[in-house]
């Protein structure tokens, strides 16, 4: 089974692009999703959480606004927070793999935010990342609710420079020239890897 990293800066049209390969039939596994369902009521954070956070947790789930005050107030708390969520994540994630694979998948997608700033990307076939002119982020991130731009900037600086990302790619989709020439690149880029050549390369 072929495993593809997906990743992207915010606002550039990543989630858009991983709904692309799951209607193309590809099994996608959402990092994000997973820890919101971990930080929802019965969530197998929760209780961890509300250990080392105790104010961050209110009516059995994680607050995720009081928990990013706490983090934001300790430099040590987010790697406390890492250690907590970061394996809960890999199971999920080992989990959908295996699944995956008894399906006989072809290829998989992991679709994760910060793929190379936590190293994950060592361990996929290939990385695609999506991106858009600067532009087009801004004005995409700018539009969601209780976004300011000094929240912007402050998630951009959390995340690789896009052009450091692109230039780490094995795929790059471009989001900038519409949802139909995305789709095309994404067909592509499956067509790509799912040739035996490709594969001994």
């Known amino acids: 089974m072929i495993l593809l990293g997906l990743t992207g800066s915010i606002g550039m049209g990543k989630t858009t692009t991983a709904r692309m390969f799951a209607d193309e039939g590809v099994p996608v596994h959402d990092s994000d999703a997973t820890v919101h369902q971990l930080y929802a009521r019965g969530g197998a954070a929760v209780g961890p959480i509300g250990e080392a956070f105790p104010h961050a947790v209110a009516d059995g789930a994680v607050d995720r606004q009081a928990l990013a005050a706490e983090v934001g107030r300790d430099p040590a708390a987010l790697k406390r927070l890492e250690a907590i969520v970061h394996p809960l994540v890999a199971r999920s994630r080992d989990a959908f793999l295996e699944q995956a694979r008894n399906a006989g ?13 936590t190293g994950a990307h060592e361990a996929l076939d290939a990385v695609v990342v999506v991106s858009a002119p600067d532009h087009l982020q801004r004005g995409r991130v700018l539009e969601r609710p209780g976004m300011t731009p000094g929240k912007l900037q402050t998630l951009i600086a959390r995340q690789a420079p896009d052009a450091e990302k692109r230039a780490r790619a094995d795929f790059v989709v471009d989001t900038g020239q519409g949802l139909d020439h995305a789709r095309a690149q994404v067909r592509q ?4 890897v799912t040739d035996p050549a490709w594969r001994r390369a």
């Open 105 to 117: 998948a072809e290829v998989a997608v992991l679709d994760v935010p910060l793929l190379f700033e």
């Open 189 to 192: 880029i499956l067509a790509t």
